[in-house]
T-cell receptor, first 112, second 116 residues
């Protein structure tokens, strides 16, 4: 059974700091891994998608890496800002039904 | 493109009442999903559909029914609502390519349901 774990569950950093969020998954036979952002009381915003054949994806200050062999992905946020405060979720697609398996999320607080 | 839309955005029900949540997508995606999100439990799959006229159970299907009569619509029904079904419900869709799922899964804005 595919399990997805995110560590840490919560993180508080001062503004301007570079930070890394971690995601691990137990079964490396995945199609892709997707990182989402969720603000309190809001829906999911897709940040980055890494296909199984790719090693990383970048969008602005965000960089996501994927190491299938070790079952790990990291989301790197450069020069963090208070507006980055949110919960970050990673999810993988493994099966032939396309359903996503989500981690529990990391709640990030960036202090001014 | 509107992407994935959900109706209604909010709803309060009394125990035993019924309702239907509507999900619509305009991206011609074959696959559609209903997830629920609860504090401490994360997002869990309720039901899904791999094409028009097909449905299948996910991780937490009890108490829910679904229908996919049209490719663009996926309906989630609660026949007799219970307080345990108080949650935020998200609909999502994706298309398959090269026999796999290498594209982004798109989510709707969610429906906040409270059952008293």
């Amino acid at each position: 059974k595919q399990e997805v774990t995110q560590i840490p569950a919560a993180l508080s950093v001062p503004e301007g700091e570079n930070l890394v969020l971690n995601c691990s998954f137990t079964d490396s036979a995945i199609y892709n891994l997707q990182w989402f952002r969720q603000d309190p009381g809001k829906g999911l915003t897709s940040l980055l998608l890494i296909q199984s054949s790719q090693r990383e994806q970048t969008s602005g200050r965000l960089n996501a890496s994927l190491d299938k062999s070790s079952g790990r992905s990291t989301l790197y946020i450069a020069a963090s800002q208070p507006g980055d405060s949110a919960t970050y979720l990673c999810a993988v697609i493994r099966s032939n039904t396309g359903k996503l398996i989500f981690g529990q999320g990391t709640t990030l607080q960036v202090k001014p | 493109n509107a992407g994935v839309t959900q109706t209604p955005k909010f709803r309060v029900l009394k125990t035993g009442q019924s309702m239907t949540l509507l999900c619509a997508q305009d991206m011609n995606h074959e696959y559609m999903y209903w997830y629920r999100q609860d504090p401490g439990m994360g997002l869990r799959l309720i039901h899904y559909s791999v094409g028009e006229g097909t449905t299948a159970k996910g991780e937490v299907p009890d108490g829910y029914n679904v229908s996919r009569l049209k490719k663009q619509n996926f309906l989630l029904g609660l026949e007799s609502a219970a307080p345990s079904q108080t949650s935020v419900y998200f609909c999502a869709s994706i298309t398959s390519t090269r026999g796999g799922f290498y594209n982004e899964q798109f989510f709707g804005p969610g429906t906040r349901l409270t059952v008293l």
